[in-house]
C-alpha cells in the first residue's frame, strides 16, 4: 500500500512540475489565483442572524462563515465534511447519514442532525416526516455553494421550529458568478471504488440570472466490522458489512429575473436522492439486505422588492415533497422469507411573507408572517412474506394527516443612542425579535430574542445574546409503529423541546492578518426528547419527553494569513449534565452521551506558487466521549444510567495536494487534486446504538478532476 | 480611559453572569443511597428476557424498601436498620446466576430475592444453602424448588407450576371441552417440566395431547427466531388448543409466525393458544398479531381485583408513572415478608427467620386471631408484631401462606384478551 502511494505521490508532483514549467506563468499572477483564500471572514456578509445583510461582527448571534473558496480548497465532498471543520459541531455517522451534534448534544438513536434547522437560501430543507437533515452529498451540489452560514444558539424567534441549537443557511452562488465546469473524483476506500461525478452550469443574460448543477456519487464503505461493546463478543472479525453503499444524488437549479422597476423573482428547485445499502443501522445490522430510498425536494417562488428605497419586502411560496422510492427493502433478520416495506411521505405548501422598513443604515423594524401546511401519512412499517402477503405491523395508522403551522415574528434592530441620552451608548446595537407559533398538534410555542452588540473598535466587538428556541416532535416520533417487535414506537403524547441559551461573544480582529471570534455558551433544555428502551408496561423503544440539560461551554475559533498560509485553528470545550429520572436511583444528573468534551481542529492551506499548487492539511483531537444509552445497557443493565463506558478519544489527519488552474485542454483551465483522509490510519469508533459502536475508515484516497468549461 | 474600563466591566459581567448560572447547574450526581448498617438484600432479575420486565421487579422491590426506609426502617434491638437493595442480573444464565451469588455474599448481602428463572434459581440454590444464605424467588415456578432438601432456605412467593399446569389442563376440559391439545414449549428446564405437567394432567383427564414440539433457547436470538417448522408440525395435527410454555420475549413473533402460517389461515376455527405464567398481556397488546390475540388466554397467579392489588398497583403508578407488569407483586411481597419476619425475630440471621416467615404471613393462632396486615399497613404491622401480637400479611398477589415448602397458597386466574383489553375469566385456587 505504501508503495502505491508513493508512486501515486510521484505522478501527482510530477503531473504539476511539468505542466507549471509549459505554462510560464509569472509568480504574481499565480498569487492572483489564491487572492480568494485570502478574503478576511470579518468582511463577509452574511443574511441568516437577522433576515439583514451584516457582517459577523454586528450580527447578533455567534456565527461562522464556510466560503465556497474553503469548500474548494479543503477538499470537502459533503455539507457535513465542511461543518466537521466548524468549532462546537461534531459528526458521526453510521454510513447512512451523518450526524451532527452541537454544543455538548447530540440527538442520539434515529437523529440524523435533527437539532438544527437547515436550509438552502432560506427554504427549510429537513425531511418534514422525520424532521432529519440529511448532511451527505445528496443534500446540494457542493460547486454551486457560494457559502456556509452557521449559527450556533437558539433561532426560533425568526425561523420558528427547530431553529433549536442552531441554524445552518447554505447560500448559493448566482449564474453569473459560477465557474463552468463538470468535475469527476475516484476513491479508494478501504479498497473499494468509489467516485463523483458534478457538473455546475450557469451565466445570465439580461435580466435572467441562471444557475443549473448536479452531482451523483457512489461511496463504498464494505469491509468494515462492528466495534464490541466491552466485555461483549456479538460480532467476531470475520462478521463484515458486505454491502455498505451510499448513492447520493443532487439537483439544484434556480432561475432569477431582475428588473429595477419590478424587483427580483426567483425561481429555485431542489431535488435530493438518498440510496443506500446501510449496515450499520440499529436495526438490521449485517443483514446485506437493506435498501434505504428516500426521496425529497422542493420547488419555490419567490418574489423580493425594495419599495420607497427603504421598505424591503419578500413573498415566497414553495412547495416540498418527500417520499421512500419503491426499492426501497428493510431487512431486520436473517429471515430471508420476510422483510419490511415502509410508507411515510409528507407533501407540505410554505407560504412566507417578510417586510423590512429601514429607517437607517443601522435601525430597521422586521415583521413576518408564513404558513405551512405538512399533509403527513404517517410513517408505518408493513411486513411482507415470500407470497406478497403485505401486512401491517401493529399500531400502525393510515390515512393522511394535516400538521398546520401559522407563524408570525417581529424583529427590531437599534442603535441605544435613540432611545437613551448616554453618549457611550452611540457603539451599541440591540436586538429584539419575537416569534409566536400556533400548531394544530402540539399547540402554541412563543419565542423570543434579546441581543446586545457593542463595538469595542473597528472590527472588533462583544455580544450578549439571550434567546429561546424549540424542537417540533415530527410525525415518526409522534406516530410511527415498530419494524419488529420490541422496536421503535411513536408518542403521541410528545411536547416540543424548549431551549433557551445565554451567550457572550468577543468578536474580531487581534492583528491585520489574524482574526478571531470565541464565545461562551449556557444552555438549558427542557423537556428534551429521547428514545427509551422498553421500560415500565411499554415493551418497545419510545420516545418520551423525560430529561433535562444543561449545558454550558466555550468557543474559539482562530483565522490567519501568514505569508503563503491560510489557517484556522478551532477549541471547543463543553459540559453538559443531563437530569432524568431513573427509577431505580430517582433523580440523577449525569453527563450527556454521545458528544466529547474537547475538539481541537486545525487547518493550514499551504500556496507553492513556484510549484502551481498547494497543500492542505486539517487535523482535528476529538476528545473521549460516553456510549449511547443503548450500547451501555449492554455494558451494564443494571446501572447502565451511571455505570457507562467511554469511546476511546482520536486524532484524524487529512492532506490535500492541489493544483492552480492548469491547462490541459486548450482555452479551458483544469484542477487536479489528490486527498488523503486520515493520513495516519487511526483506528476509531463512532457512537453505535445497537450493541456496537460504528468503526471509522482508515486511510482513504480521492483523486480528483475537475475541467472548467 | 473610562470607556476602556467600561468595556472591561460589561465582559467582566457577562462573563461572571454566565460562569454563576452554568456552575451551578454542571455537577453529577449519581443520588446513590448509603445506610449505617443497612439490611442487605441482593435482588436478581433476568434482563435477557425483556429490560422491562427485569425493571418492575426491580422497582417493585424498591418500592417496598423505600416506603420501609421512608418509615425509619426495621427496629432491631433499638436500633433502625434500613433496607439497602444491591441488584443484579442473572443474565438468564446459571453460570452467572453463580457468578452473581457469589459477589452478593463477598459483598455481605443478608437475603436473596430471586432469580427470575427456573433454571438459574435451580443452580443458584445449592450456593445458597452451603452459604446459609435466604432465598426468597418471585417467579422461578419449577415444581423441583418445593422437594429440595433446602434447610427451609430456599422459598417463593410464587406459587409451583404443578399447580398451574394442572389447571390449565383442567380448564380446557372442564370448562372449554377440548379434548385435544398441542404443546409448544421451551427447551428448557422450565419449558420441559411445563409440558411435562400439562401433558400428565390433560391425558389424565381424558384428553390427548397429539403434538408436542420445541425450539432452542440457547445460541439463538429467540425474539426473532423463525418458528414456522414448530408451529406447522403442531397445526398439522388440527388441535383444539395449543398450550405455550414460553416467556414474554418470544410471544408476539410466535402470534406473528402463527398467523402467517398457511396452516393456521386454513383453519375454519382457529386454535386457542393457551399461555402459561409471564408478563403476556402488555407485550402482546404492543407487540402481538392483532388477529390472533382473541384467540389467546393464559393463566396467572396474580389476582388484580383484589383491594391489596389496586392499592399496590396504585402506589406503584404514582411512583413510576405506569402499572406494574405480572410476578412484580410477587417481588414486592418478598420484601415485605422478609420484613415482618424480621422485626417478629429481631434478627437477620436465616435460622432465626425461617418460621417468623410462616408466622407472619398465615394465620398460625389457635382462635385464628391473627390480625391481617393489608398493603399501605406497615406502620400498623409494626405496632402489632412489637406488641405481641401474631399478624398474617396478605400482600400484592393476595394470600402468601406459606406452606413447609416456602411455597404460598395461591389464587391463580384465567385471563384473556378482549376489545384490546386484559380481561379476567375464571378464579382458581391451589
Redesign the interface.
Known sequence: MRTKLGYLFIFFFSLFTFNGLSQNTDTSSTNALFALSLEDLMDVEIVSASKRNQNITDAPSIVSVITETQIRERGYSSIAEALNSVAGFDVITDYYQPNLGIRGINGGLRSWSRLVKVMIDGQNVSFRSSSDNFLDPSLIPLNVVEKIEIIRGPNSAIYGKNAFLGVINIITKKGSEVENSISHFLGNINNNTTFNISTVWGGTNKNLDIVFASSYSQFDYSGITPSNVPGSSIYNSNEKALKNESNPLSVYLKLKYKTDSSGIITLDFNQQHINSTAEFLDWGTLTHNNRLSLFKGYERISYSNTFFNNFETNLSFAHTMGKPIKNEILD????P??WIEREVSYTSYDFGFNSTYAFDNINNFSFGIDYTTDIHDHQKFY?V?STG?R?LN??GTEGYENFNNLGIYMQMIFNAAEFFAFD?LENLTLTAGYRFDYHNIYGDVLNYRLAAV?H?ADKLS?K?MYGTSFNAPSSVQLYSN?I???GI?GNPNLRPERAKT???A?VGKLLKDINFNTN???T?IDDKIEYL????????ISAKNVSNI?S?GIEAELNANIGNNTAYLNYSYE???LEKN??????????TALYPSHMIKFGNILYLPRFYSSINIEGRYISSRIASDQNN?IYD???YS?NRYEIDPYFILDVMISSTDIKIVKNSKTKLSLKIQNVLDTEFNYPGFNNYDIPGLGRTFYFKFTQYI | MK?RL??KL??FI??V???T???E????????SSFKNPIRIGVIAN?SI???I???I??AV?MAADEINQKGGIDIDGEKRKFELI???S?GNPKTGIKIVNELIERKVDIIIGPTTSAVAVEMTQLCIDNNILMMTYSATIPEISILEDEDLIWRTCPSDAFSGRIMAQYSIDSLQYMNGAILYRNDNFGVSMANIIQERFESLGGSIVAKSYYPTNGV?I??Y?YDDEINYLLEYEPQIIFLAIF?EEV??IT?DL??SNFYQDYNTKPTLFLTEGAFP??LL?????EVLETIIGISSSTTNTQNYSAYKSNYAEK??????TYSEHAYDALYSIAYAIQKAQSVNPEDLKQKLRNVTKDTSPNHEDIIINVNEFDKAIVLINSGVEINYNGASGKIDFDENGDPNSTFVIWGLENDKYKEISYYNR
Open positions: 431486520n433478520d436473517s429471515d422469507t420476510e411486513t412474506n402477503i401486512t401493529p399500531g457611550y457593542y469595542i462583544t450578549l415498530y419488529s417487535p420490541g414506537v445565554l451567550e457572550w468577543l461562551v455558551y449556557y438549558e428502551l422498553p421500560y415500565g408496561d411499554i415493551p418497545n444543561y454550558a459540559r453538559s449534565i431513573d427509577p431505580i436511583l430517582d433523580q440523577i444528573r449525569i453527563k445497557f443493565p443494571i446501572e451511571i | 470607556k467600561k468595556d460589561i465582559l457577562s462573563l453572569l454566565i460562569s448560572i452554568a456552575c447547574q454542571l455537577d453529577e450526581d449519581y443520588n446513590k434482563v425483556g429490560r422491562e427485569a425493571e418492575n426491580f422497582f424498591k441488584f443484579k442480573d443474565e436470538d425474539s426473532n423463525n414474554e408476539s413473533k406473528q398467523w402467517y402488555k407485550e404492543s407487540n402481538g398479531q392483532p413510576y408513572g405506569f402499572d406494574p407488569a
